[in-house]
Nanobody, 114 residues
């Protein structure tokens, strides 16, 4: 089994920045892809960004050019650097890890408001 522990959520003003972290523990040898999803009130959970163990990345169109995902394989940790934040980015952000199975973090609230 894989356990994911998230940190870094909070309240920021539009145009601000925030950095999310997610550390994986447990059966970490099974992990290939890590990333982030988010869910806003009244909306379905959507993909934000993914990164593979080889370094390939994939971003939602809505965050391209503003968010950067990175991964430290030695520390089994994935990061999401968010810049130029907009009110539309407000959501609960969930860490993801897996290959044949999907594992999820507890979720962390990101609120962008003036």
């Amino acid at each position: 089994q894989v356990r994911l522990v998230e940190s870094g959520g909070g309240l920021v003003q539009p145009g601000g920045s925030l950095r999310l972290s997610c550390a994986a523990s447990g059966s970490i040898l099974s992990i290939n892809t890590m990333g982030w999803y988010r869910q806003a009130p009244g909306k379905q959970r959507e993909l934000v960004a993914l990164v593979t163990s080889g370094g390939s990345t994939n971003y939602a169109d809505s965050v391209k050019g503003r968010f950067t995902i990175s991964r430290d394989n030695a520390k089994n940790t994935v990061y999401l650097q968010m810049t130029s934040l907009k009110p539309e980015d407000t959501a609960v952000y969930y860490c993801y890890a897996g290959n044949g199975f999907a594992y999820w973090g507890q979720g962390t609230q990101v609120t962008v408001s003036s």
